[in-house]
């Protein structure tokens, strides 16, 4: 017996219905991304490598997969690499593509690359799946889709202030209420090391700082130590570990803390105008907070960073995410470009709003009605109202083997209600020669003798 086909761990089918619940959250992403302004593009599944390796930091790199060359790869592969086994070098001379990681880079790739056709301040949005080599979990996967909404050509502010307006504006929609929209400032936490003496480790500070809601104190600092971060350095931080109050008065320590430091300083300040600005628009169901230990551990951001948390009944990670990324265009040759973005994890809010029961119930609805199939000449006759249904926006389908005995009629009734199809149309010689049709209710099973038009009102009145 052959060996029942699999997935690769990390992946998924979706079935219909989790595909019209999918599909639900990628409207009301998008409707949201048009209203303010975002326009689509799309951008390849796979890159260059060297468009993405270095860009995401060393954790970053290592969760990139690699596609082998075509052809016999080890033919060109580095023989001294190979024989050592120095994965890194042999990787490079065997792998020229990889799949995208995220769609940020990629956009910056397609920013400079069609620079000359883009009109400035660019707003764009996207909606294509990314891969990354992680262990898969809970809301963690190896493919997943990317909701993402980017502003490039303008370093100001407001945009900030639109990012946590669009996140409210998502989520309220949803219906997904005590969504918190974390915030800090890369321009800080610069600041941080640099009054710790550690300005020369601000990746390996941030990285390790990054994770200090999963691992705890403890480890963060000594994953820190192992870094070469002194002990004396690492006490200062300790206000850190301990900072709470409302946003105001966090931003009254972080003064303190960072009164040295020129950088410090401004990062303060843009903190103070993005909260000042949503403080007087009211946000709808989200709420923003300081978290000055959030880092994301990504080496491009340069300003303000967000993550998203779901409510806290649900046990979920991050739901959303992004930040300003002053530099990232640079790396590819443009420099002087200002973005800033933020990504929907569409899974991770699936999962959330799936065990919150926050999908409509008719989410998934799909048919309306059913035609029974009697034969060819019932069929034919069957097709042609069903086209008139369908120009009405109403869900028809003929069921596509015809009856030949009571059992296939059974086996006709058992489809529509397997499928939860509300309506069956039954049509045979009498109902041809009288212009009628009979309507058969599944949830009452009653049935009517009723004119083309009447159907239409019942179906569409339910």
Not at 50 to 55: D, N
Not at 95 to 107: C, G
Not at 356 to 385: M, Q, R, W, Y
Request: glycine residues 8%; neutral net charge.
């Amino acid at each position: 017996m052959a060996q029942k086909p699999s997935i690769p761990k990390g992946t998924r089918d979706f079935n219909p219905k989790q595909v019209a619940k999918r599909n639900y959250i990628f409207n009301t992403i998008q409707t949201a991304f048009e209203t303010f302004g975002f326009q689509p593009i799309e951008t390849p599944s796979f890159e260059n490598s060297e468009t993405l390796m270095g860009k995401y930091g060393e954790e970053g790199d290592r969760l990139i997969f690699k596609i082998l060359n075509s052809g016999d790869y080890l033919a060109k592969a580095n023989e001294e690499a190979y024989i050592e086994k120095k994965s890194k070098k042999l990787t490079s001379s065997i792998s020229e593509k990889a799949l995208r990681y995220d769609l940020t880079v990629p956009f910056a790739r397609y920013v400079v690359q069609h620079q000359n056709d883009i009109e400035f301040p660019f707003k764009r949005y996207q909606i294509q799946p990314v891969w990354r080599a992680d262990r898969p979990q809970k809301g963690r996967f190896r493919e997943f889709f990317q909701c993402d909404a980017d502003v490039v050509g303008s370093s100001s502010l407001w945009q900030e202030v639109e990012f946590i307006q669009l996140y409210d504006t998502v989520f309220s929609a949803l219906k997904l209420k005590d969504v918190t929209i974390k915030i800090n400032n890369r321009k800080i936490l610069a600041g941080i090391a640099e009054v710790i003496g550690a300005s020369d480790k601000l990746i390996d500070f941030t990285v390790a700082l990054d994770k200090l809601d999963k691992i705890g104190e403890a480890k963060v600092k000594e994953e820190m130590r192992s870094k070469g971060i002194s002990d004396a350095g690492i006490s200062k931080l300790q206000p850190l570990f301990t900072l709470a109050g409302t946003f105001e008065a966090q931003i009254e320590q972080l003064r303190s803390i960072l009164n040295t430091s020129e950088e410090g300083r401004k990062g303060i300040e843009e903190l103070e105008f993005i909260n000042t600005a949503i403080s007087q628009l009211n946000l709808t169901t989200a709420s923003l907070i300081l978290d000055v230990t959030l880092a994301r551990g990504l080496n491009y951001y340069t300003g303000a960073i967000f993550e998203v948390s779901a409510p806290n009944t649900v046990k979920m990670g991050s739901i959303g995410g992004g930040g300003r990324y002053d530099d990232l265009t640079g790396i590819f040759g443009m420099s002087g470009m200002s973005g800033v973005g933020i990504s929907f994890g569409l899974d991770r809010i699936y999962l959330v709003l799936e065990e919150l029961n926050l999908f409509p119930e008719t989410v998934s609805k799909n048919i309306d009605v059913l035609f029974i199939n009697f034969g060819d000449k019932e069929a034919l006759h069957c097709l042609k109202i069903i086209k008139q249904l369908r120009n009405q926006e109403i869900n028809a389908e003929l069921y596509p083997d015809k009856i030949t005995n009571g059992k296939h009629m059974r086996k006709q009734m058992n489809h529509a209600n397997n499928r939860n199809i509300p309506y069956v149309v039954i049509i045979g010689e009498e109902e041809i020669n009288l212009n009628l049709v009979t309507l058969k209710h599944m949830i009452s099973g009653e049935q009517e003798k009723i004119s083309l038009e009447t159907l239409i009102e019942k179906i569409k009145n339910g």
